[in-house]
């Protein structure tokens, strides 16, 4: 099938994929001006996020499935770093010529899929033509305490739940052609099928005084929660890495623990809580203490004590 | 100023430009993860529009600061056509490394006008690289009574808000170089910063049975609605033209009443009400009727009284 129908057609077929929604809320779905949602009474939590081919993804290492699960996963993160539940997604793709029926259908399912495991539906988007595929999506959540990135206070301990490095690790060992080894699986099902750890934010909503999510590495959006708290996060080193890591890596030839510094795209959260709170599903990786000289930002603890001040790494997409 | 700055430093400069929204609902702008805010009581209305490089725009024929203007307007318009009020808008922009900072400042001054034009702000979106400019925008705002497409009735009358055919002579006239004619002023602002009707679709709210934008063209358009409703809408010819579109017409060699059947980007609002209560600002320019020998769609009322079936025209972006 390489048909390349018309965009009324394509909307068609886009809305038999995407299904309807079963949480009652969607009060009028794909095929108006707009999408309408019934509100309830918790405050409304709105994120966007891009995927550009070349940029974000290459599409001789990705599918159209995971592709769209991918882009899915990548917004919804946003709101699992808010403890926020989604009520729907809208989806704008552009699409290349070359992009036929089968693909686009490929792209939905993916999306589908994607919006079904963090318990939501696509509801709505656009469909446009241009040069490379570009895939923005948008999510519309509600939490009753939107978790921010300022709130974290020394003496209180740093958390994660989800990969770090693994994803990508996955990508590495995908370039190299090397992903049916064994040793490569979870890093490569991390690449092409993250999951954004809604369930995590939510169980951490009422404990954590910050969060983010992991999508350009862990240095770099620890970072932003460290400055916008004004203070400082010591990783502990010792807990950073897992076997399955351990083993991509050396697949990969590549230092684990820079994979876990500065590999993006695991979608981990990432917060920081009471000693004694720590929710469930959550590892401790560090902790949270007063600027030393002044100094805010991340350090990492060797196993002799002394810290290793960490730049800002991870990815600038115009630096 | 060709300065091409980080990532942060963009945003930074963009919560500058965007400014804070004072109507007290947003509860987190520009900088965390997703932006917060506080629901009401209305059902939500949600939209997402894409406006791509050499698809949308040429980037010769319009200034970094209409193309910011036009995206949030062509998305604010689907709000108009849903009789509802924005709450907030993301925008996501894909950015070629040849955009510089004076350039991104400019989309986003555009962006931040048109916002502020139809009363709401920028609180939010995303930042990455491409080959090509796009600008996906989403908006949500909310109504007490979303007018949809398929509630057009025989015996109501069809009724305009904005102009018709204008803004696509604007960009025939501006393609041409001649844009600096008198005649032509009105055509080149109609495409340069066209209006989303928000105003009229609130006034319509109350007394529509259905409503669209015209984005596409008003026969591609209202034959939405009335495929939607399985009705038959007839235009009425003598009321499509005025005398700033026959002028620009003239000017740019075209057909204004093809302009006007066919032309885009106009944003105007149409709706479908009884006779006897349209709305202020909107003018009548046709009539719903039962389908006849089973057809539905668009006609046009010729002065002898006989119909002309229109064939669905306007811009499909897959045909």
Sequence with gaps: MTARSSERARIDMLARVFGTDGSGRTIV?????????APGREPLVWTLDAQVEGIHFRRDLVSMADLGYRATMAAASDLAAMGASPLGILAGLVLPAYVTDEDLRAIAEGQHEAAEEVGTQIIGGNLARGQEISITTTVLGETPRPLGRSGAKPGEVVAIAGPLGLSAAGLVLIGRGREHEADAAPAVRAYRRPLARITAGLAARDVASAAIDVSDGLTRDVGHVARASGVLVVLDRSTLLTPELERAAALAEADPYQLALEGGEDYA????????????????IGRVVPPQDGKIGIAVEQTNGTLAWLDERGYDHFG
Tied chains: 1, 2.
Excluded: L, Q, S
């Design 29 to 37: 779905g794909i095929g108006d001006d707009a999408a309408v949602i």
């Design 269 to 284: 959260v990432v917060v920081t809580v009471p000693e004694d709170r720590v929710p469930a599903g959550f590892k401790r």
